[in-house]
């Protein structure tokens, strides 16, 4: 009864009952949980070791870091069982699985052979054996070749797509959630005829710009790791200006299951109707795609989407009458 106790009371914490809803989806170590939860080191220090003491996490050391993840038995049986009454649709919790993705879709991508190897020269396409040139043909191909205005590219990664876009744009921003592939960013972007395009660490899903601040808008191989495509794409339409461009490139629907499990993909990629019922919710709506397809032993295609956003309405006069 005693051990029964002190596990609800540990986990009667809206902090805590948090660390453990992140917990369930994976290992983490502090430096995640702070990133995530955007609180203090010393402060989830001590509710995770509270939740340590009463048998709720596990604690592993490994070199510098130590991690966290639900501990096995009774007592993590007792978490799921809490956490099956979580209310559906709550907006900390909601955000916090978003985090979650995120954090476990830049481990795997920083854990990439190729990335290892390859260093600023990786791209997830490239890690795929994707014809990332072909793809990048077909994109220029699509949009104007002069003034694209301001440009913002989300899930920048390496900075590869600015680089391709800066002599079209007025200027360019380039956001990305992961330091590692901004830094790489900033050295591909280092250079005069680039002066002009900048990176930021930001989320997808709370983009600190104003409305209808950009002309063009892209999200490249971005989607597929969204846990709420949806809320990502809403966002990308809200900083989108009337009459402005949202590019998307990503992978259509493939069976490739085991890519969730080795890059952390979130979706088998999109159908086109799946594609137009995401656009359609954030008010857009877009033609057929351009599909591009890899080597028949890859099973993948790259799609692109583009869609515009509906311009101002020209403001009416009033008729003048002479009296």
Same mark, same amino acid.
């Given at each position: 009864m005693d051990a029964l106790l002190t596990a609800l009371c540990a986990a009667a914490d809206p902090t805590r009952l948090r660390l453990l809803a992140l917990a369930a989806t994976g290992s983490f170590c502090v430096n995640d949980f702070c990133d995530m939860l955007g609180q203090s080191q010393p402060r989830l220090s001590r509710h995770l070791k509270l939740l340590c003491e009463a048998g709720l996490l596990a604690r592993t050391r490994e070199g510098a870091n130590a991690w966290f993840e639900l501990?096995?038995?009774?007592?993590?049986?007792?978490?799921?069982?809490?956490?099956?009454?979580?209310?559906?649709?709550?907006?900390?919790?909601?955000?916090?699985?978003?985090?979650?993705?995120?954090?476990?879709?830049?481990?795997?991508?920083?854990?990439? @052979?190729? %990335?290892?190897?390859?260093?600023?020269?990786?791209?997830?396409?490239? =890690?795929? +054996?994707?014809? &990332? $040139?072909?793809? /990048?043909?077909?994109?220029l191909a699509q949009l104007p070749d002069r003034d694209l205005g301001r440009v913002l590219d989300i899930g920048t990664g390496t900075g590869r797509l600015l680089k391709l876009l800066a002599p079209r744009a007025t200027s360019a921003l380039g956001i990305d959630a992961s330091r590692t592939m901004l830094a790489l960013a900033r050295v591909h972007l280092a250079g005069p005829e680039t002066a002009h395009c900048s990176v930021r660490l930001?989320?997808?899903?709370?983009?600190?710009?104003?409305? @209808?601040? %950009?002309?063009?808008?892209?999200?490249?191989?971005?989607?597929?790791? =969204?846990? +709420?495509?949806? &809320? $990502?794409?809403? /966002?990308?339409?809200?900083?989108?200006?009337?009459?402005?461009?949202?590019?998307?490139?990503?992978?259509?629907?493939?069976?490739?299951?085991?890519?969730?499990?080795q890059m952390a993909h979130r979706r088998l990629g999109f159908s086109d109707a799946e594609m137009q019922a995401l656009l359609h919710r954030a008010g857009l709506s877009a033609p057929p795609p351009t599909t591009i397809q890899a080597q028949p032993d890859t099973r993948l295609t790259i799609k692109i989407w583009q869609a515009t956003a509906p311009a101002l309405a020209a403001p009416t006069r009033e008729l003048e009458f002479s009296a």
């Open positions: 501990a096995q038995g009774p007592c993590g049986a007792l978490v799921r069982a809490i956490l099956t009454h979580a209310p559906a649709g709550d907006p900390l919790l909601e955000a916090d699985r978003r985090g979650s993705a995120r954090v476990l879709a830049e481990r795997a991508r920083a854990a990439s @052979e190729k %990335f290892r190897l390859q260093g600023a020269d990786w791209d997830e396409m490239r =890690a795929l +054996d994707l014809p &990332a $040139a072909q793809v /990048e043909r077909a994109l930001a989320d997808m899903y709370a983009l600190p710009l104003p409305d @209808e601040s %950009f002309t063009t808008v892209l999200l490249q191989m971005v989607l597929h790791y =969204a846990e +709420d495509p949806a &809320a $990502a794409m809403a /966002e990308a339409r809200r900083v989108l200006a009337p009459g402005g461009r949202l590019v998307i490139v990503d992978l259509g629907a493939h069976e490739r299951r085991e890519l969730m499990a």
